[in-house]
């Protein structure tokens, strides 16, 4: 079974500093997707980011950055000189590869707050 | 596009009263899945098609029924509403079949209360 485990359940940061969301998976297929969403104090699911199994490399994307790591079963997410437009509820998930299987499994999010 | 949209926003029930929830998408997605979302326990799917016509259960299906009679619309019918039935609830949908096709859109979510 697959199961997604994001430890930090909240964590607080004052504004501009640099902040890492971890996130630990489990799965027995060979073939996978990860996720991570962030949401907001409006609610909505906001789709970040996506890798696949095969693909090691790291991606940055502005302050944003995802470091994922088979050996380690960890695909953890860093925020560089964090704003508080950046505080939400953030969502690491798995998805099996196998066509016409529809299952996403997300991890219980971490609560980040800005301080500013 | 819309997108995935959801009504209501919000809803408020008595146990054992009936209701469903719609969600709709307009990108021609073949994919389409229900989630709720409590405290404390992230998203949990519910039901989810691969198709019309072709509905699965997920991790928490019971108390819930989906059909899916056209590409756009996924309803979810809560039969005789409980208490534990209070939560966000979270309508997504997806292409398939493609390595570019794993991103799930997600509508805005119902907040539903039962008392």
């Known amino acids: 079974a697959q199961k997604v485990t994001q430890a930090q359940t909240e964590i607080s940061v004052v504004e501009k500093e640099d902040v890492t969301l971890d996130c630990v998976y489990e799965t027995r297929d060979t073939t996978y997707y990860l996720f991570w969403y962030k949401q907001p104090p409006s609610g909505e699911l906001v789709f970040l980011i996506r890798?696949?199994?095969?693909?090691?490399q790291n991606e940055i994307s502005g302050r944003y950055s995802w470091n994922f790591q088979k050996s380690t079963s960890s695909f953890n997410f860093t925020i560089t000189a964090s704003q508080v437009v950046d505080s939400a509820v953030y969502f690491c998930a798995l998805s099996e590869a196998n066509f016409g299987n529809e299952k996403l499994t997300f991890g219980t999010g971490t609560r980040l707050t800005i301080i500013p | 596009n819309a997108g995935v949209t959801q009504t209501p926003k919000f809803q408020v029930l008595k146990t054992g009263q009936s209701m469903t929830l719609q969600c709709a998408q307009d990108?021609?997605?073949?994919?389409m899945s229900w989630y709720r979302q409590d405290p404390g326990m992230g998203l949990r799917l519910i039901h989810y098609?691969?198709?019309?016509?072709?509905?699965d259960q997920g991790e928490v299906p019971n108390g819930y029924n989906v059909s899916r009679s056209t590409t756009e619309d996924f309803p979810l019918r809560l039969l005789s509403a409980a208490p534990s039935q209070t939560s966000v609830y979270f309508c997504?949908?997806?292409?398939?079949?493609?390595?570019?096709?794993?991103?799930?859109?997600f509508g805005p979510g119902t907040r539903l209360t039962v008392t």
């Open positions: 098609s691969v198709g019309a016509g072709i509905t």
């Open positions: 997504a949908s997806r292409l398939a079949g493609t390595a570019l096709s794993y991103e799930q859109y």
């Open positions: 990108m021609n997605h073949e994919y």
């Open positions: 890798r696949n199994s095969f693909d090691e």
